[in-house]
């Protein structure tokens, strides 16, 4: 298996992820924003190539599952202390909600996809994982979002996720939804024909560029 | 013959997606089917050699995981997910000391459960996935090994 090349910050955020080190982690987090103020550079460059490498390393059984929840919950702390940092515009009239799809246990990349929503001014709701999806649709009408962002981190979800949309644009005929995270990793025109009429949005900065049509 | 990771995509590009009504069939009987195996595995005398010592658990976990990750296979077919996934999953269990010769006794398992419980036009779909991956056993182990021997940074 070759490995990308790791850049400075990402390997010593790595280093203290794995050493279970909230402080130092927070502390270069905060270092980088001094130096660099995009948080999505942040996320996609330090926070998403670490937790990548995080996930590496479990495969190769060189870290124990322990030690892999123990980086994903640093760095959900670390996106909650950093929240109040953002630079938040004043709210737009569009709401987003976010969820991941049904059987998911991976909820960090959707958290970052919540704030750079936030970042473009919109009102975001995250629901993270285990949202039954009747409690969804409740919660879709009552708060009556422009868009529903779904994550998948794991193809083997990837029915659920077919399933989810379609009970969606049942409910919802006219509600825009996009789809993103590592379980369209393999995405290709065509190759997930059961979801393309649905935006399918590869990462943060693709994102922004989406928003920005808004 | 040992085959590189894209000559082994090439072979899964000509595997062909099960019908709606098969992979309807597959899906609601998963659970029944993973039992099943779960059962037939662990009556195997020499299950600690083929999956490493207090790896039960995992190999219970691996099975539950095939059969859902399969499940979404034949829901919607891409050939890369496939041979990322068994790719990984060999280089993960490899990792955990899983033994070559599971692969060959889970997948042949399988297979014996599907002839008995699934009808005969969902098996005749499924069954090349299965025997797809049975001939390139040698190919995932060699790649997994291959993986192992280069270095993964532990800082």
């Not at chain 1, 279970?20 to 001094?34: D, E, F, H």
């Not at chain 1, 029915?159 to 939804?177: G, H, Q, R």
């Not at chain 1, 290709?188 to 049509?213: A, C, H, P, Q, R």
Request: a negative charge.
């Amino acid at each position: 298996m070759k490995n990308k090349p790791f850049i400075p910050q990402s390997s010593e955020f790595l280093y203290h992820l794995l050493k279970g080190n909230r402080k130092m982690c927070s502390t270069i987090a905060k270092n980088y924003l001094a130096k660099n103020p995009s948080i999505k550079d942040l996320y996609e460059v330090v926070f998403k190539e670490a937790l990548y490498e995080v996930g590496r390393l479990w495969e190769a059984n060189k870290i124990t599952v322990a030690t892999e929840h123990l980086a994903t919950a640093i760095t959900e702390g670390i996106l909650n202390e950093l929240y109040g940092e953002l630079d938040i515009p004043e709210k737009s009239t569009h709401k987003v909600v976010l969820a991941c799809v049904d059987g998911e246990s991976h909820q960090v990349g959707v958290k970052m996809v919540a704030d750079v929503f936030e970042m473009n001014g919109w009102e975001s709701y995250f629901l993270g994982t285990g949202i039954p999806i009747t409690e969804l649709i409740k919660f879709i009408h009552q708060k009556e979002p422009t868009v529903v962002a779904i994550s998948l981190s794991i193809f083997f979800n990837y029915k659920n996720l077919v399933k989810m949309i379609a009970v969606l644009k049942s409910e919802f005929p006219n509600l825009t939804i996009i789809v993103g995270g590592q379980g369209f990793l393999h995405r290709k025109e065509g190759s997930f024909e059961k979801v393309d009429d649905i935006k399918y949005i590869s990462g943060l900065y693709e994102l922004e560029t989406y928003l920005k049509l808004w | 013959m040992v085959m590189t990771k894209s000559e082994l995509l090439e072979t899964a590009q000509l595997l062909i997606q099960p019908g709606k009504a098969m992979a309807e069939e597959y899906a609601s009987k998963r659970e029944l089917l993973v039992n099943l195996l779960n059962k037939k595995m662990l009556e195997r005398l020499d299950l600690d050699e083929m999956v490493g010592e207090n790896n039960v658990e995992m190999m219970k976990d691996n099975h539950a995981n095939h059969a859902r990750f399969l499940e979404s296979v034949f829901y919607s077919y891409n050939p890369e997910v496939l041979v990322d996934t068994v790719l990984w999953v060999f280089r993960a269990y490899r990792s955990r000391n899983f033994r070559s010769t599971y692969w060959a006794a889970q997948l042949n398992a399988w297979v014996e459960i599907y002839k008995e419980n699934l009808s005969e036009d969902c098996y005749k779909e499924v069954y090349p996935f299965y025997n797809w991956m049975q001939i390139n056993i040698p190919s995932f182990t060699a790649l997994a090994e291959e993986a192992m021997e280069d270095p993964i940074s532990t800082h």
